[in-house]
């Protein structure tokens, strides 16, 4: 093992709540997920009555491990991938493939407070938001291409908006750990009509050329118009720079994991490049909600962003101009007696992206001559239907449709043989889902989904890093099909979740890599991704007296033996191949404890399997195994909550990759994760 770092940053977080109730414990609460209101495909139901393959993290699994990264959270939900390249730079896979995900988040669709964050190019900047401060998320896995659109993956549902606001509330953070890690949160909040948050998070970085630093600020709240009227408001702007290292071969990996690309020949390497991302953005969006009589409402949401975006490569500098405008609105109809619930949905979405792309030569981290200056506008539309019946409390049934369009322009300003605008036009493509659940006994719920999902190319694979425009890419698409068991026991002491899936993707997007490492993609014919997902969670010990007070064990599990099942590429035949990407075994135990004396403590233990860097299955890359820590002194009385805490990563010292480069020329596959790691802190709450 290596050693420790010598120099380790622990510094203290102060976070000062004014709250008119007594302590809440943040680990183990006596309040479970499935009395949680559902907002997934607008079902207004308790989790797990929901006939969805839906997953609620709270506020306080998000702060279950170091605040400053959703990577170990979203990792230990069944189903779920988050990889870190370098801090900063992460990628999200739900249930799905990375092999068209060199960075960012594509096929999953991403709303934030009911405003799509995801832009009509496809693309979700997820990087830009302070996780530590959402106070809900909801994950649906599978396609939900019904009602949300182009997506095979499923849709993430942010929340910022507090679920229990009191009169006022102040917090404020500060904390810290190994490799430079500083974290500062500011917010305030008056009732529900007025929250405004502010963090700046920096890292020196594990590896070299992997520094980061982020300034977020945000507002959010409520206008009560009327009685029959509320206007909900969301503004943010998001300052940051991240260093990308790039990745490496395994012998440099093993002898040093905290190199950055190397120099290769001719080909600078990413210390020379100055190799980086800056993106400054800033959004808006407003959300009225409307009671139209006594059984029908609506809700309509638009927005606007705006995103200056450069990348100091190696071998160009990129910068892009970004204006990204939106709206959705859905009409409901519903009404209920003593029998029967039923709610019928209709409505539609729009958003347009229009990107001035130009690239330069990089020298040394400085732009340099033009190479092409290009302007991409993308229009991506859809209106959809969904009903939604309950019989007897035991039946939920939902049906929905959508019918989706998308229109890319394409001009290369800077080649007079390229300066017409080429369209594309992509659709119509129809998205159906039918989903039922069956309440068999108390606690325990029986549900199957069949749903069709699609996913076009976004604006970086019709455009992507290689300089050349891809017009004829065609989307991806496929039919899922699903079963699982879900619900509480014992008086909710024994969570659970199981689900069975096949889906089947077709015209699968993939990631390919020239020789001086832009990258490019291709349709890569079809595969097949079936799997099981398994989450249980038993409270053994839940109690207000003893010298243990709460004692949670949860396990979480997915196996996921993915192959393509129809893909040959240049003369080549990897049918039958594993996924390129995907571990086929993922596993995620943690303990959660409360004793007496106010301490606490969460231990999580993943195993992740090997998985296959290339298409060709020649390269794996090996399993790891993360053993996580933290521990914590909690206590409140009258006016003042204190929370002294630390905890330690990668205590194995493993050296594994948290984000690898796939069919990456020159086999530089890996981008090493840090060694073993600590943070502390210290959170101050008064009244």
Do not use: C
Not at 64 to 75: E, G, H, M, Q, T
Not at 230 to 250: N, R
């Amino acid at each position: 093992m290596r050693n420790l770092p010598q120099k380790i940053l622990v510094t203290l977080s102060i976070s000062t709540s004014l709250q008119l109730f007594a302590q809440k414990d943040t680990v183990l609460q006596k309040r479970d997920t499935d009395t949680l209101t559902v907002a997934a495909f607008a079902s207004q139901t308790r989790w797990q009555e929901t006939p969805a393959a839906v997953v609620v993290i709270r506020q306080q699994q998000l702060q279950r491990f170091d605040r400053s990264s959703p990577v170990s959270v979203l990792n230990s939900i069944a189903g779920v991938r988050m990889e870190e390249r370098s801090p900063g730079s992460y990628r999200l896979s739900v249930r799905g493939s990375l092999l068209r995900s060199p960075f960012g988040v594509r096929n999953v669709k991403v709303y934030w407070d009911d405003i799509p964050l995801t832009d009509a190019g496809g693309n979700t900047y997820i990087n830009l938001l302070d996780f530590g401060q959402l106070t809900n998320i909801e994950i649906i896995k599978g396609p939900a291409s019904s009602l949300y659109g182009a997506n095979t993956g499923g849709v993430l549902l942010l929340q910022s908006q507090e679920a229990d606001t009191v009169k006022r509330m102040v917090q404020a953070n500060i904390s810290g750990g190994s490799y430079g890690l500083f974290n500062e949160q500011l917010s305030y909040t008056h009732n529900s009509s007025f929250q405004v948050r502010q963090n700046h998070l920096q890292s020196d970085g594990y590896r070299q050329q992997s520094a980061l630093r982020r300034d977020v600020v945000q507002a959010n709240g409520e206008l009560n118009l009327s009685k029959a009227q509320k206007l909900s408001y969301l503004a943010m702007y998001s300052d940051l720079q991240y260093q990308t290292p790039g990745g490496i071969t395994l012998p440099q990996m093993e002898s040093n994991p905290r190199l950055a690309r190397q120099p290769a020949g001719a080909i600078p390497g990413a210390v020379q490049q100055q190799t980086a991302i800056y993106n400054k953005t800033a959004l808006g969006g407003v959300n009225l909600n409307s009671q139209i009589g006594k059984h029908f409402d609506n809700n309509t949401a638009v927005t606007i962003n705006h995103t200056d975006f450069s990348n100091p490569f190696i071998t160009n500098y990129e910068k892009r101009n970004e204006w990204n405008y939106g709206g959705r609105t859905a009409f409901r109809y519903h009404v209920e007696d003593k029998h029967i619930r039923f709610s019928g949905l209709i409505g539609g979405e729009w958003q347009q992206n229009k990107s001035n792309i130009d690239d330069y030569g990089n020298r040394a981290g400085k732009a340099d001559t033009v190479q092409f200056k290009d302007i991409i506008k993308a229009t991506q539309s859809f209106v959809f239907a969904q009903a939604q019946i309950t019989i007897n409390n035991r039946w939920h049934l939902q049906a929905g449709l959508s019918r989706n369009v998308l229109v890319y322009r394409f001009q290369r300003t800077t080649d007079p043989a390229q300066a017409a605008e080429q369209k594309r036009n992509i659709g119509p493509l129809w998205a159906p889902r039918f989903s039922a659940l069956y309440q068999a006994a108390p606690g325990v719920n029986m549900y199957a989904i069949v749903s069709k999902g699609f996913s076009p190319p976004t604006v970086a694979e019709v455009r992507p890093s290689d300089g050349n425009y891809y017009g004829d890419l065609q989307p991806e698409y496929g039919w899922n099909y699903e079963a699982g068991i879900k619900g509480n026991l014992w008086q909710q002491r024994l969570q659970y979740d199981v689900s069975f899936y096949y889906f089947g993707l077709k015209d699968a997007i993939v990631r390919r890599s020239s020789t001086s490492g832009a990258e490019y993609f291709v349709n890569a014919g079809v595969t097949s991704q079936k799997g099981v997902e398994a989450f249980v969670k038993a409270w053994i010990v839940r109690r207000d007296k003893g010298f243990v007070t709460g004692l949670a064990l949860s396990q979480s599990y997915s196996y996921q033996p993915y192959r393509f099942t129809d893909y040959v590429s240049g003369g080549v035949n990897y049918s039958g191949n594993q996924l390129t990407g995907v571990p086929r075994n993922i596993s995620v135990t943690g303990l959660d404890a409360r004793f007496r004396n106010h301490i606490y403590t969460n231990i999580t233990f993943n195993y992740t399997s090997s998985l296959p860097l290339t298409d060709a299955n020649d390269a794996f890359a090996k399993a790891y195994h993360l053993f996580q820590a933290k521990a914590g002194y909690q206590i409140a009385f009258r006016k003042v909550q204190v929370d002294v805490y630390a905890g330690m990563d990668n205590i194995l010292n493993e050296v594994y990759s948290l984000g690898n480069d796939i069919n990456a020329v020159g086999k530089r596959y890996y981008n090493p994760a840090p060694g073993r790691s600590v943070f502390a802190g210290v959170a101050v709450g008064i009244k």
